[in-house]
């Protein structure tokens, strides 16, 4: 075969082999990656878009609340100032009967009587209670008999005696005989009375312990008796106050009973020693009473006059901010705002030491200055730097003395 031969037969062969060769197409998985990733991209687009415009939202609103002022506050306000107050050592009292009894059964026997109502003011020797007296009062008739036959037998011999009729010793005999008769009457006559048991001393009566025809033991509680005007303040004090302590000095009482009023006293005892545990000096005044309002066993806040007076800078109870890291006042004052360039009221919180309290005001020993403002009521609202508006057309009036609004 030529040349020509061969090539014609070996193109033929190269044609057959491209016709039956297959073609290679993209595959199912690989499809379905590429639109997967496509979803994603486009997920992926749609958040970072949300979340570029909910930022710019967000940004937004906090340059305008930077810029945003808040309205004022409405508040009244008050001015520090200097005043002259009675100086005064405060202390804790306790309140203590001038005269207080348990009265108790001194004798057994069975209650016949209860002559007193639970709660009732009573005058002294006033029967309380009375006890069964049948045998002694049957008693004290033969003791009477005994005695006045005893006596009957005594004048007879005296006037043997007189004519010398009879010895010196039958006389002496008789009278003692008389004489042991008459205390043995009396004896009787001692435990009739104990079974009368009587008020010792004028006072208010507490609850009733007994009931009728209850047999009552030796020593056994009847009733408390207690004698309420004047009554007893005892109080204690650091000893290096002892030196300001001087008897007759006044004290000043209140009480939750008192509703918010004073009651005056003196001072009647000072302990002449200092209890060695506490260092404190007891004292005790007496105050008057009369309405009862004061009652044994309660406390009582006590202030003691003293003579000389001191300075203060007062400002009203209400403007102090009580906080556990300290006490604070807001302060008013004009600032400038730096933005607008226009003068605002507002408040700056400051912290202050405090002192005694009078009435419906308070001493301030340091942080503040006589003619500085400071608000009067609404400070729990307020913070440093915040803005307000004082209108004091419902301000409270404040007073060294208040006295409760009658209703």
Known sequence: MDNAGRQAGHNHKKT??????????????????????????????????????????????????????????????????DETWESALHAVGSLAAVQGVTMAAETSGK?????????????????LIQQDTAAEEAQLRAATSAAELTRLNLERYKGLLATNSIAQVTYDNAEAQY??????????????????????????????L??????????????TLQALDPIFVNFQLPQQELAKLKLGLTVKITADTLAGQEVEGQITTINPEVDSATRNI?????????????????????????PEQGQVLAIPSTAVLAAPYGDSVFVIEARKDERTGQIATVVRQQFVRLGVKHGDFVAVTSGLKAGETVVSSGVFKLKNGQGVKVDNTLAPKFELAPKPSEG
């Open 282 to 306: 007891r004292a005790q005044a007496t105050v008057n009473n009369p309405e009862e309002a004061l009652r044994p066993g309660m406390f009582a806040d006590v202030r003691i006059i003293l």
């Open 111 to 127: 209650v016949v009587r209860i002559a007193f109502a639970p709660g009732a003011a009573v005058k002294a020797g006033t029967v």
């Open 16 to 81: 057959t082999v491209g016709i039956n060769c297959p073609v290679k197409l993209p595959s199912l998985p690989s499809l379905k990656n590429r639109r997967l990733t496509l979803v994603v991209a486009v997920l992926v687009g749609v958040i970072a878009l949300l979340a570029g415009i909910k930022a710019m939202q967000i940004r937004a609103m906090v340059e305008k609340k930077k810029h945003s002022t808040p309205p004022p506050e409405v508040v009244t306000s008050a001015t520090a100032h």
């Open 179 to 208: 004489k042991q008769a008459i205390a043995q009457a009396d004896a009787i006559r001692a435990v009739i009375a104990k079974k009368h048991l009587r008020a010792p001393f004028a006072g208010r009566l507490g609850i009733r």
């Open 210 to 223: 007994v009931n009728l025809g209850q047999v009552l033991k030796e020593g056994e509680a009847v009733v």
